[in-house]
């Protein structure tokens, strides 16, 4: 079975640029959220997505967005690029919308450098 | 605010030693205790996860402590060995949502 896909891996932007990163999770999975992971903040929720809907949001500015597709893969968006949005950004599906007895899994991230 | 506090920030254990990496929460309303590891270059993998209506669960030698009123929880890895060295994550949800809330993490190097 295969596991979550993120394409990108690797993708240098220039600020004030926009990027687009892709997503596909577990088969069957049909949540879907994305991290970011920084050495300074961490790891921080942006959102998550069930069957096409946001479902949760985390505390980010709206240069960040997303969506999800009829087949659970999602997309997320950053534009207006600024130095800070250099970080890995992960995805990671689960079966539902609760990780309730779903466990979580990761993919191996879209690392963005921004200069 | 980070709603999960970790410690340490690094470890060093000698191989075949125990390691032990705590993690403390506030929110009252998180249920799900789980604990990832990470190598460089890779995603978060689950290890192993807890639910507060146990004290302790055990897979391998990875087990988990888990404290209630203390709004506490631990790692333990016995038997530590050098495949082991990278960094864990501790986390916490709440039912109802798919959010996890990580704690800063823990580098640990096991010394052969």
């Known amino acids: 079975k295969a596991g979550v896909t993120q394409t990108p891996r690797y993708l240098i932007k220039t600020r004030g640029q926009q990027v687009t990163l892709s997503c596909s999770p577990i088969?069957?999975?049909?949540?879907v959220s994305w991290y970011q992971q920084t050495p300074g903040q961490g790891l921080q929720f942006l959102f998550e997505?069930?069957?096409?809907?946001?479902?949760n949001k985390g505390n980010f500015p709206g240069r960040f967005s997303g969506r999800q597709f009829s087949n659970s893969r999602s997309e997320m968006n950053v534009s207006t690029l600024e130095l800070g949005d250099s970080a890995l950004y992960l995805c990671?599906?689960?079966?539902?919308?609760?990780?309730?007895?779903?466990?979580?899994?990761f993919g191996e991230g879209s690392w963005l450098t921004v200069v | 605010q980070q709603q999960v506090k970790q410690s340490p920030q690094s470890l060093i254990v000698q191989k075949g030693g125990i390691s032990i990496i705590n993690c403390a929460y506030e929110?009252?309303?998180?249920?799900?205790f789980p604990w990832y590891q990470q190598f460089p270059g890779k995603g978060p993998a689950l290890l192993i996860a807890?639910?507060?209506?146990?004290s302790e669960k055990k897979e391998g030698r990875f087990t988990i402590s888990f404290n209630k009123s203390a709004k506490q929880f631990s790692l333990h890895i016995m038997d530590s060995q050098p495949g082991d060295s990278a960094t864990y994550f501790c986390?916490?949800?709440?039912?109802?949502?798919?959010?996890?809330?990580f704690g800063t993490g823990t580098r640990l190097t096991v010394i052969p």
């Open positions: 986390a916490a949800a709440q039912t109802g949502a798919n959010n996890l809330f």
């Open positions: 807890i639910r507060p209506d146990v």
């Open positions: 997505y069930f069957s096409e809907t946001q479902r």
């Open positions: 990671a599906s689960s079966l539902g919308a609760s990780y309730s007895g779903n466990t979580i899994y």
């Open positions: 929110n009252t309303a998180f249920d799900y």
């Open positions: 088969s069957g999975h049909r949540s």
